[in-house]
């Protein structure tokens, strides 16, 4: 089944991960019809892409749990993120999450959701092939991955709102499930809704000054993940 979802802007492309298979699936954004496949090896975990840049990194399970990297030009699997400082060995993250800047120059690793150390994201520089752990400390309890913000200087974290480098929480959101429009002062988010046969997931439209609630719909399947582009929002059904 689907586990994890990203947009590649610059070649408009999707990439949705398929767990069972150990593969990513590529989706012409515009058509929505897949074009291709990347097999990876192991199950997927998450994948993040940035805005600017030619590159997807992937999260995968297992003792292999390396974060990968993918040619979006060529949707070729080109290897494991290395840390030329640590000779260039792999950056593992067990069962976690990854999230990337919109220019490529910050990466995040988050481990399990917990309020515990694990749950605090790795924050790395990225320059080219060198990355460098900026040494961030944050401990809440995250029920997903990361999304920076950059033209808002902000990081986002589930529930909570932080400064660019996650030093410093900002705002508390209504949704547990938060990604920033790439160009419009708005947020996309999740949250849950009980009703009278149970729990449904709902999709909402946030303003990013106030955090008020612009729009919002209900979506009859459960909500694993959602990507934004200019003018569209791709959520993942379970």
């Not at 449904?200 to 399947?221: C, G, P, Q, W």
Request: net charge neutral; hydrophobic share 40%; with cysteine.
């Amino acid at each position: 089944g689907p586990a994890g979802i990203a947009v590649s802007a610059a070649h408009g492309k999707v990439y949705v991960a398929n767990h069972k298979s150990n593969s990513l699936s590529v989706i012409d954004a515009k058509t929505l019809k897949v074009t291709g496949r990347v097999i990876l090896g192991s199950p997927v975990k998450w994948l993040s892409a940035p805005v600017l840049g030619d590159v997807l990194y992937v999260v995968l399970e297992h003792d292999s749990a390396k974060v990968q990297v993918v040619d979006t030009r060529k949707d070729q699997l080109q290897g494991p993120l290395g840390m030329s400082d640590l000779g260039n060995r792999g950056v593992y993250m067990h069962t976690g999450f990854v999230t990337v800047s919109p220019a490529n120059n910050l990466l995040l690793l988050q481990g399990q959701m917990d309020p515990g150390p694990s749950a605090t994201p790795t924050v790395f520089a990225l320059e080219g092939a060198s990355i460098t752990n900026l040494g961030v400390t944050q401990h809440q309890s995250h029920p997903c991955a990361f999304t920076i913000d950059l033209v808002g200087a902000r990081t986002y974290g589930g529930w909570f709102v932080y400064s660019l480098d996650v030093r410093e929480k900002l705002a508390d959101l209504p949704c547990f499930l938060s990604i920033p429009h790439p160009s419009r002062n708005l947020v996309i988010g999740v949250r849950k809704k009980e009703g009278q046969y149970g729990t449904t997931d709902v999709l909402m439209a946030l303003d990013e000054e106030k955090f008020s609630v612009l729009a919002e719909t209900a979506i009859s399947d459960p909500i694993l993940g959602i990507a934004v582009s200019e003018k569209t929002v791709y959520a993942l059904g379970a």
